[in-house]
């Protein structure tokens, strides 16, 4: 059976929902979750709030593999707004992102989410909760992720 990657991010709002100084982040979320809708390989999304602070959002996503992911986050849109999350968002406790290969009818629930990124902290990076640098394949195997060939060009790895 073919297995989905489960993406999931932890972040924590500089300034309260609603601020303006968040005016611009808010206003870009609707154009980037259409995107996402778009993207090759995107499969479902839930974004939440944590009623232990109402700054922490956190987000899942399930993508069809490693690559739509990245190709998502860093080469479209929203990656300019990655570059400059420290407008909008603080510093916290890393790896603020875990990764993990579920079924493709299985959606994650925020509980199922935050225990896989406790996992990751606690343990580091396994088949089971693994982050962006060291990543698995769907049998459990260490991914290598990106080396660099003859030319010094970086390719990415197997998937």
């Not at 190709?71 to 407008?87: C, K, M, P, W």
Request: glycine share 6%; hydrophobic share 35%.
């Amino acid at each position: 059976m073919a297995l989905y990657l489960a993406q999931a991010n932890l972040s924590r709002l500089r300034y309260p929902p609603g601020a303006p100084e968040l005016a611009e982040f808010t206003e870009a979320e609707d154009r980037l979750n259409r995107l996402a809708d778009r993207a090759p390989g995107f499969v479902w999304r839930l974004r939440t709030g944590l009623p232990a602070d109402p700054r922490l959002i956190l987000n899942i996503s399930i993508w069809k593999s490693y690559q739509p992911l990245h190709d998502y986050t860093y080469r479209s849109a929203h990656g300019h707004l990655v570059r400059r999350r420290h407008e909008w968002f603080d510093a916290i406790t890393q790896p603020s992102t875990v990764l993990w290969w579920l079924p493709p009818d299985a959606r994650p629930t925020p509980e199922d989410a935050l225990a896989r990124l406790t996992l990751l902290r606690r343990y580091g990076p396994a088949p089971r909760a693994f982050g962006l640098r060291t990543r698995f394949d769907p049998a459990g195997n260490r991914d290598p992720g990106r080396r660099r060939t003859a030319t010094g060009i970086r390719e990415p790895g197997r998937w």
